[in-house]
């Protein structure tokens, strides 16, 4: 089932204006994705050139290599031209590896595992 309603004319005209363009997007799962807008098809779904995924933990972030990259439109959460006169990223942040940032991101997780299982535990023993 599709959910391409009356208005979708207007998604395709406004992304028509960033063909060409460094885009950042959002995608449902959390991710974001940057590159080239290139293409994009009646159902809104692009076609990024050059892309790469950039993974931020914390103050650390590591944009991964992609390359041409498909987009459905469903995926698509929220998406924009990046402004390519000011600094991508604050002075604060620092560029590493994939291996450092998947080992950042293991971490992450595991906090926050370990937080929520605490957080049950005080719950069921009634602690606030």
């Not at 974001?32 to 892309?51: C, K, M, P, T």
Request: aromatic residues 6%.
């Amino acid at each position: 089932m599709s959910r391409i309603g009356h208005d979708d004319s207007f998604l395709y005209t406004s992304l028509a204006t960033y063909l060409g363009k460094k885009l950042v997007v959002l995608l449902g799962d959390g991710r974001h994705r940057l590159g080239l807008l290139r293409s994009f098809d009646q159902f809104a779904s692009i076609v990024l050139e050059g892309a790469c995924e950039r993974v931020i933990v914390g103050d650390l972030y590591c944009d991964i290599p992609l390359g041409l990259n498909i987009i459905r439109r469903e995926n698509v959460v929220l998406l924009g031209e990046m402004d390519m006169e000011k600094e991508e990223l604050p002075s604060h942040m620092t560029a590493v590896s994939t291996v450092e940032i998947k080992r950042a991101q293991k971490a992450e997780r595991d906090a926050t595992y370990l937080k929520g299982s605490m957080k049950n535990i005080m719950e069921f023993l009634g602690i606030d």
